[in-house]
């Protein structure tokens, strides 16, 4: 049973940072992608970066330059590094991975088959 577990969400003020955790168990690294999504009140959730089995990542160009996507295999944890964070990037953040899936699908949420239950990010002005 794969089961991902996201942390380290929290209340912070415009140009502050947060790391995010996503502990992952019954899932293995070395295939697919790993990614963070991300879904504020009344919109869709949107895809924010993503991580695949080589280390290649992507990013929304609204995040680009300001998150960092990495992974750790030995502990199975997935992380997004967030700086110069502002208030658009107020959110729920969830981990999703897919061990079938390849890069450039990657901003489709239907395409994972495992999700966490998110973490909270609110960014005050």
């Known amino acids: 049973q794969v089961l991902l577990v996201e942390s380290g969400g929290a209340s912070v003020q415009a140009g502050g940072s947060l790391r995010l955790s996503c502990a992952a168990s019954?899932?293995?690294?070395?295939?697919?992608?790993m990614t963070w999504f991300r879904q504020a009140p009344g919109k869709e959730r949107e895809g924010v970066a993503v991580?695949?089995?080589?280390?290649?990542?992507d990013y929304a160009d609204s995040v680009s330059g300001r998150f960092t996507i990495s992974k750790d295999n030995a502990k199975n944890t997935l992380y997004l590094e967030m700086n110069r964070l502002n208030p658009e990037d107020t959110a729920m953040y969830y981990c999703?991975?897919?061990?079938?899936?390849?890069?450039?699908?990657?901003?489709?949420?239907?395409?994972?088959?495992?999700w966490g239950r998110g973490t909270q990010v609110t960014v005050s002005s």
């Open positions: 999703a991975a897919d061990p079938g899936l390849w890069l450039p699908g990657w901003r489709n949420k239907r395409a994972y088959s495992y």
């Open positions: 019954g899932y293995t690294f070395s295939r697919g992608c």
């Open positions: 991580i695949d089995s080589d280390g290649t990542t």
